[in-house]
């Protein structure tokens, strides 16, 4: 009677997804984002990549065995690794090493093992470190060097620039139309391939796109929340443009220019921090959209990725209450 077989509830059926194999699937994704920075800031992108990366893991590994004693440590299973490269893309290549450090103790020490580690934090860990260091270092969170191809057409001295959002901000606030400020706004071209100054990951939409569809394909994420961020994007700030389009930009210039891709792609869809059904995914990226071209054309800051998320990262658990995932098996009531 010793060996007995013990059954469990069901579902039995056993998915073929674990923890590991889903990050180091999205590290691969970010593979083509690597490349294109390297491409775009030379060395200084690799240095703020490898430094990102091993003070994410680094943290959380000492953090899992002297701090909160796990047994078994879970530092090496890619999360912490893609927090590493995610934050490193929402920053510039020039971002000093020490400024990166402080950036990985709040996103890996205050983000994500303050409530346990993967799994139990309620915000992204990457952009809680980066909103921290816009706080904190607004001066070199805010340089953008210009791209190395640029750098000898341009001049020696040439070696920082606005972003393209940038660009469009201070000019309109500074009394000029769109159509006058079109020589100094990169074209699409540049905006897609990631020929512009901002920060190293977010810079080209091609390489995200490349990681992106990776992902579909590998099913790490559903098409709901990248493409519903970047519609309700468009939409809403093409409004904007209708009405007015020497005061605002097009809906392609705002999908494309700055954080939008990165966010939609790789941030928004994090499974820990968005909700669970299709239906909570689609009212989530929805409202971030949204958010992201009030803060951009309202605001005082001209990118509002970031902040769009953390903030509907609040709410999923509100939107998982009200929408709930279809339960197994259905109650059925045998009285009389």
Known sequence: ???????????????????????????IALIP????????????????????????????????????????ITAMDGSAAVTGLLLAFNVPSTIPTWQLFVGSIIAIGVAKMTF??????????????????????????????????????????AVTSATPLGL????????????????????YFDLFIGNI????????????LIGGIYMLHKKIITWHIPVFYLLSLGLFTGVFWLVNPAKYADPLFHILAGGAMLGAWFMATDMVTSPMTPLGQIIFAVAAGVLCGLIRLIGSYPEGCSY???????????????????KFGTEVNYGG
């Not at 009677?1 to 590290?27: A, C, Q, T």
């Not at 060395?43 to 703020?48: E, F, H, K, P, S």
């Open 1 to 27: 009677m010793s060996n007995r077989l013990l059954v469990s509830m069901s579902p039995h059926d056993k998915g073929d997804f674990k923890v590991e194999k889903i990050m180091w699937g999205v590290v």
């Open 168 to 187: 469009v901000k201070e000019g309109v606030k500074a009394g000029q139309t769109i159509q006058q400020l079109s020589d100094k706004i990169p074209s």
């Open 116 to 157: 346990g580690g993967l799994g139990k934090n309620p915000f992204n860990p990457a952009l809680i470190g980066r909103a921290f260091m816009l706080a904190s270092f607004p001066v070199e969170m805010t340089t953008w060097p210009v791209p190395l191809k640029n750098i000898w057409s341009l001049g020696a001295d």
């Open 308 to 326: 769009s998320i953390l903030i509907m990262n609040a709410f999923v658990p509100l939107i998982d209450k009200f929408i709930k995932p279809k």
């Open 33 to 72: 984002s690597i490349f294109a920075s390297v491409y775009f800031y030379g060395l200084q992108a690799i240095r703020v990549v490898v430094a990102a990366v091993f003070f994410c893991v680094a943290l959380e590994y000492l953090i899992q065995k002297y701090v909160l004693k796990f047994k078994k």
């Open 197 to 208: 100054g901002g920060c190293i990951g977010e810079i080209s939409a091609l390489a995200i």
